[in-house]
Every structure is written in structure tokens, then in C-alpha cells.
């Protein structure tokens, strides 16, 4: 019922007549996604009193725990409503400094494409365990408070990022809870597909950098996501994702080597209110 950046990715319809299998999933449409009311329905529901406490947001950041062969990207994560979850879905618990910029910082790297290919190369079979996650090279949360010239001389590296999390995540009022607890009092921002786009192929072209990934194997991993190639191509009649990535990286790079900020390809910038529904 969720994707990558995405909490509302299906949605569970009820079809009385079918014999068998009665509850199936619809994706969601595009109108759907557009619209800030929307909220996919599951079949099962828990009594509120029921759901542990223990859990202080109104919002859970989470990562399917099965995965496969077939799907575009391995490690799928998002950011849900509250809700109740069952074992297909692990949940990521806050510490007790953490704060919900970290966890929007948290997923930007969750959720990009060299620790998707660290999380293939560990991978064994379809299930994607939380002692396999435990592997994963994270970013630590300090680096999110330090300074980065080459992206904006007075911002830190999480002011950067906090823009285009919450873009990609605040799509509907059912997540208003992460985005006010990041600072964000606006109301929820427009489904719009090529932004949507851009801001993702900023973020991976920016851990390509974090994580200190030449050119080359920048290119070499993204070769490794052949799914996501193929629909490009069939498409767009091109890898799409790869060609922005690197041309986006190369834009990093000329900014690192010229002490210039690295001006976004996004008009207007992320998180802007004039992307965003009218109140």
C-alpha cells in the first residue's frame, strides 16, 4: 500500500462476488494522488486503544520488510500516518534526542540509490531484515548539521534537505503531523510528477557526493537498477533517471570546485508555497 516517497501507493477494494481473493489492491491514480483529502483504505482495522504508545509521533517512518527481484528499487521506505502495521512493514523508533528533520534526513538516505545498491549486495533472498539494515552504511546525524558551501553558504545540510523531504512526502493532510513537526504549517504540496522527479534525482545526486562516489561508479551503479532502466526506455526513449543524475552530479561537482552554491533545477525551489494546495 506504499512506495518509495509515496504512502499512498494502493489502495484495498472489496469485491463481494470474486470467489476467491476478495480484497484486492488498486493502484492509486494520478488524480488521486492530487488530491490532499485522498487516504488509501486498508480491509483490516485495529481499535485505537489497542496500538502500544510507546510511539511518540503521529507519524511512522517505516520499510517493507519483503522485497524482490522484480520490483525497480530494493529498499522501499516511507513515511505513514499513524496507524497499526503488521510484521511486513518494520518500524524505525525514535531515540530520545532525534528529531523529525533527522528522520526526514534519515529517509533521503533510506532512500536513495547507493544505499539501495549496498542493501542488494547484502540481500539474500526477499526479505529484508532489520540485521540486514543494521548493516547499512548510514549517514551519521551529525553531518546533517554542518555547513556545505558548494549547496548554500549560510544553510546546513539539513536545510538543504528538509525542502525536498517534505515535498515529496507532505502530498496529503494525513501527514500533516511530520510536516508540522518539521516546522511546516502550510497545507500539503501538489502531486506533481516532474517535480516529484527532479527532487528525487537531486537527492540521489547529492548522497552520490556524501558518500564520496566518483563519476564513473556513480554511473555503474545506476547501471545496476536495470528495471528502472527499462521503463525509462520504453518511456522516455532514454535512462531518464541515470542522464539527470549525472548531469545533476556534474552540476555538484563544478559548485565544490568553484566554491559557487549549486543552483537547484526546480522553479519554483522545493517546498515552495506556491506549490503547494491552497488552504
Not at 45 to 54: A, G, K
Not at 254 to 268: F, G, V
Request: hydrophobic share 40%; aromatic share 14%; proline share 8%.
Amino acid at each position: 500500500m506504499f512506495n518509495l516517497w509515496d504512502h499512498q501507493a494502493a489502495t484495498v477494494v472489496l469485491s463481494l462476488e470474486a470467489l476467491v481473493r476478495q480484497r484486492q489492491s488498486a493502484d492509486t491514480s494520478l488524480a488521486q494522488h492530487q488530491d490532499p483529502y485522498f487516504h488509501v483504505q486498508p480491509f483490516f482495522w485495529v481499535r485505537e486503544p489497542h496500538i502500544e504508545e510507546e510511539y511518540r509521533w503521529r507519524w511512522i517512518v517505516c520499510f517493507k520488510k519483503v522485497t524482490s527481484p522484480t520490483n525497480e528499487r530494493t529498499l522501499i521506505t516511507s513515511i505513514l500516518p499513524y496507524c497499526a502495521t503488521n510484521d511486513s512493514i518494520h518500524l524505525l523508533f525514535p531515540c530520545q534526542k532525534a528529531t523529525a528533520p533527522d528522520f526526514a534526513c534519515l529517509l533521503g538516505n533510506i532512500s536513495s540509490f547507493p544505499l539501495d545498491y549496498v542493501g542488494r549486495q547484502k540481500l539474500g533472498g526477499v526479505n529484508f531484515n532489520f540485521f540486514i539494515f543494521q548493516q547499512l552504511p548510514l549517514l551519521p546525524a551529525s553531518l546533517y548539521q554542518k555547513p556545505c558551501p558548494w549547496l548554500s553558504q549560510l544553510k546546513t545540510l539539513q536545510d538543504w534537505l528538509l525542502p525536498r523531504v517534505l515535498e515529496l512526502t507532505y502530498t496529503a493532510w494525513d501527514i500533516a503531523p511530520f510536516a508540522q513537526d518539521c516546522g511546516y504549517n502550510g497545507p500539503p504540496f501538489i502531486w506533481h510528477e516532474d517535480r516529484r522527479f527532479k527532487i528525487r534525482c537531486e537527492l540521489d545526486s547529492l548522497y552520490f557526493h556524501l558518500y564520496g562516489i566518483n563519476r564513473d561508479d556513480a554511473d555503474y551503479i545506476l547501471e545496476t537498477f536495470p528495471i528502472v532502466k527499462r521503463k525509462d526506455i520504453a518511456q522516455y526513449g532514454e535512462y531518464r533517471t541515470q542522464n539527470l543524475i549525472l548531469e545533476i552530479y556534474d552540476a555538484m561537482q563544478r559548485a565544490k570546485e568553484t566554491s559557487k552554491p549549486y543552483q537547484t533545477i526546480l522553479d519554483p525551489p522545493p517546498a515552495d508555497p506556491r506549490v503547494a494546495h491552497k488552504t
